[in-house]
């Protein structure tokens, strides 16, 4: 196959930033994706309904001329956070998730959960009304080796959270173990998982091996080969439980490189084609579909894209700008570390 098209993908888990961030990254993300998830851990995050609006109102006026990219906003649940602002929020169709982050967990993170009891009611309100709850599933105790932390909060957060609550809708975002895609595909109802387009190239030796490559960081950081090869599996399968979010979150190369780097991969510019290659790989381009464009709008309520992407296998390996320019500084793109013989026509 040297051409496939798919309907027009969504990125069901994307860093935007805000301010000069913003205004460098969206274009990326905009050209190829009609809608993506929008991670609220802003500094200060989007906590409220009212900060949701504002926030969606800034990605607006962000957007270039001419592109067509609908934002779906989530909330960031804290334990001060209204089941009612939440509900209304949900009601008004301003917001499509909320977002639970373990204080601590990653990138900004601080006003994150400490203690799950103290959002029950939250979460009830939102089993209630239908309301799916975007999880970053990592424990933050330190006492967790980095690598564990992914599997221990399956066994010791979602699943009891998931016998409290069994009605609650939950994504499991960007899973990076064995242990993550088989508690998905066992359970029974109410639960998916997205996965990043680098957790499917990238293993941990990227990160640590010939020296230190802080561009290979995020979190939850990349993990043995054995779990990148499940997840390639999970992916690649028409699974409708797994969907594409890139995560993409970018970081000026000055926080990432110097002695207590930033997590997050900047890939909003070379996912699609990245992931054709990977499917190729695995002899599924004719799955690409399911992962980027079908599954993810399934799970979320709503109708996959009218418009299509094509993408076409090249002769020349792909290029793109090893980092881009934006008015913060600096970002640097995602590298492969293989040749991509793909690109978006
Ligand atoms: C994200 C960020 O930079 O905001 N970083 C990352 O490594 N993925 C936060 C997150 O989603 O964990
Ligand atoms: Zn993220």
């Known amino acids: 196959m040297d051409e496939i098209t798919i309907p027009r993908p969504d990125d069901w888990h994307l860093h935007l930033r805000d301010g000069a961030m913003l205004e460098g990254v969206l274009p990326f993300s905009a050209r190829d994706?009609?809608?993506?998830?929008?991670?609220?851990?802003?500094?200060?995050?989007?906590?409220?309904?009212?900060?949701?609006?504002?926030?969606?109102?800034?990605?607006?006026?962000?957007?270039?001329?001419?592109?067509?990219?609908?934002?779906?906003?989530?909330?960031?649940l804290t334990e001060g956070t209204d089941p009612d602002d939440v509900a209304r929020a949900h009601a008004s169709g301003l917001v499509t998730a909320v977002k639970l982050y373990p204080a601590g967990a990653t990138t900004n993170s601080h006003s994150g959960v400490r203690d799950l009891a103290k959002v029950m009611p939250v979460l009830e309100k939102m089993a209630a009304i239908g309301m799916p709850l975007c999880i970053h599933g990592e424990v933050t105790d330190p006492e967790v080796d980095i690598f564990d932390r992914e599997a221990r909060f399956i066994d010791t957060v979602l699943e009891p959270?998931?016998?409290?609550?069994?009605?609650l809708k939950i994504t499991l975002e960007h899973v990076t173990t064995s242990?993550?895609?088989?508690?998905?595909?066992?359970a029974t109802d109410?639960?998916?998982?997205?996965?990043?387009?680098?957790h499917l190239m990238i293993n941990r030796n990227?990160?640590?091996?010939?020296?230190?490559?802080?561009?290979?960081y995020c979190l939850p950081v990349a993990k043995r080969e054995s779990h990148r090869l499940a997840l390639r599996k999970a992916a690649?399968?028409?699974?409708?439980?797994?969907?594409?979010?890139?995560?993409?979150?970018?970081?000026?190369?000055?926080l990432k490189e110097c002695a207590c780097g930033c997590a997050g991969i900047f890939t909003a510019i070379n996912t699609m084609a990245?992931?054709?290659h990977v499917f190729e790989e695995e002899n599924a381009l004719d799955r690409l579909a399911l992962f980027a464009s079908r599954n993810g709008p399934a799970w979320y309520g709503m109708p996959v894209n009218d418009e299509t992407m094509t993408l076409h296998r090249t002769t020349a390996p792909a290029a793109w700008p090893e980092r881009i320019e934006t008015g913060d500084g600096p970002v640097t793109v995602f590298d492969p570390m293989v040749p991509i013989h793909w690109e978006v026509v």
């Open 190 to 198: 109410n639960l998916a998982a997205s996965i990043t387009t680098h």
């Open 274 to 276: 990245c992931l054709a």
């Open 33 to 76: 994706f009609a809608r993506a998830i929008i991670m609220p851990n802003l500094v200060p995050p989007v906590v409220t309904g009212a900060d949701a609006r504002a926030y969606r109102d800034r990605i607006m006026a962000a957007l270039p001329e001419g592109l067509d990219f609908a934002p779906l906003m989530t909330l960031y």
């Open 161 to 167: 959270l998931r016998v409290r609550i069994p009605e």
């Open 179 to 186: 242990n993550g895609v088989d508690y998905v595909m066992t």
């Open 236 to 254: 690649t399968s028409g699974n409708p439980r797994f969907f594409l979010g890139t995560d993409s979150a970018p970081h000026v190369d000055p």
């Open 206 to 216: 990227a990160i640590l091996a010939g020296g230190i490559k802080p561009h290979y």
